[in-house]
């Protein structure tokens, strides 16, 4: 191979890799621009929520040694002979995902059950219900985390800066989040078919003593969500156990994922020390709250906008209400639909476009009517 060719060669690997990775890319340009304003130092440290990030590849990574011994598959067929249409078991899967997301974090609840309507769609072949189910689940773990103090990372951050009773906390958020489940169910109801669903029969036996061990490593992870035990034991515990077991399913971590995460960590972190930005931010504040909780989530996604936002408001009810709802919007509005995008995007790699349009369509038309609603609740 000429000179030239390996030229051309390694351009299109390079563009291959940015069309696979744009998120990740965008993010990573975003934290070196904004570090050009604020240069590295030690303050960069205080950037990373490093129990999420470690939660984000323990799940990962024992979500990759089920799918080796076909835990979801199972599970893909359990659903459709439990519901046997297109209709009811898109329903289940984003009802899962809803009820996933108040007990495990919206950004676990995707990374659980994703690969379980993927599997469920192909297995059956209606592959065209994909997208719709991918966006569906997102807005559901978006949207369902919202009830709960941990279902939503800025939830736990909120809650406990403002010290909100739990009971409060629910009568706040109670309101947005019935209205989302009526939405989320029509939208099942009405762009989904009562197609009838089969699968041709197939014998498969799991490997009782890796299920099991891979059960209890996944409610690991769990435990460490709800701080039941430091988050540095699990990520020693979890690698070293799928070295012994299956050291594909370490290899097979979207690490471009994380890293996505790592940068627009940075960038959040360098938005919130730019004066400029925390001026704006504080007179905004004094108009709307809740308006413009929704619009910063939409530029800087629901986590950073919580905590850089909690530093010029007391009225913590509004903008509690404003960072959920407005986890609905762009792509970034939450780090969860990333979560979404690339599993969508792994297995359709020439629909970005497509999944993008319609992801942006169904969660601007959520944003608006929760919004809206909230409006109103506020003038009655």
């Not at 990573?28 to 960069?44: E, N, R």
């Not at 109670?174 to 209205?179: I, T």
């Not at 009838?196 to 099991?212: F, G, H, Q, Y």
Request: with cysteine.
């Amino acid at each position: 191979m000429d000179a030239e060719s390996k030229k051309t060669t390694f351009f299109e690997k390079c563009v291959a890799f940015v069309k696979k990775n744009a998120v990740m890319c965008i993010a990573f340009l975003a934290a070196v621009i904004t570090s050009f304003i604020i240069p590295v130092d030690k303050a960069y440290l205080d950037y990373f929520d490093y129990k999420t990030l470690t939660c984000l590849f323990c799940v990962l990574a024992v979500v990759c040694a089920l799918k080796n011994i076909n835990f979801f598959y199972m599970l893909a067929r359990k659903v459709v002979q439990l519901f046997k249409t297109a209709r009811m078991s898109v329903l289940a899967l984003v009802y899962i995902t809803f009820i996933g997301s108040m007990l495990i974090a919206n950004d676990m609840a995707l990374l659980t059950f994703l690969p379980l309507g993927y599997f469920v769609l192909t297995t059956t072949k209606k592959e065209k219900y994909m997208a719709f189910t991918f966006i569906m689940q997102n807005i559901a773990a978006n949207l369902g985390g919202m009830l709960t103090p941990f279902g939503n990372p800025q939830n736990l951050y909120l809650y406990s800066k403002f010290e909100i009773p739990n009971l409060e906390f629910m009568a706040i958020m109670a309101p947005p989040f019935v209205l989302s489940v009526a939405i989320i169910t029509v939208c099942c109801i009405v762009f989904v078919k009562a197609e009838p669903l089969s699968l041709s029969d197939e014998k498969i036996v799991l490997s009782p003593a890796r299920t099991v061990i891979y059960l209890l490593l996944f409610a690991l992870a769990i435990v460490i969500v709800f701080r039941g035990i430091p988050y540095w034991i699990g990520l020693i515990v979890i690698p070293i156990a799928l070295l012994i077991m299956d050291r594909k399913a370490l290899l097979m971590v979207d690490y471009g994922l994380l890293f996505t995460f790592v940068f627009f960590f940075i960038f959040s972190g360098n938005m919130a020390r730019i004066d400029a930005v925390r001026n704006l931010f504080s007179m905004l504040l004094e108009k709307s709250t809740l308006l413009f909780s929704v619009v910063s989530c939409q530029v800087i996604s629901n986590v950073p906008s919580a905590i850089l936002l909690s530093q010029f408001t007391e009225n913590y009810r509004d903008l509690l209400v404003g960072v959920n709802i407005g986890g609905v919007g762009t792509l970034i509005a939450s780090l969860a639909s990333l979560i979404t995008f690339r599993e969508y995007v792994k297995h359709n790699p020439g629909k970005t476009g497509y999944y993008i349009g319609k992801f942006s369509l169904f969660n601007f038309a959520f944003l608006i009517i929760l919004t809206g609603f909230m409006f109103l609740l506020k003038l009655i």
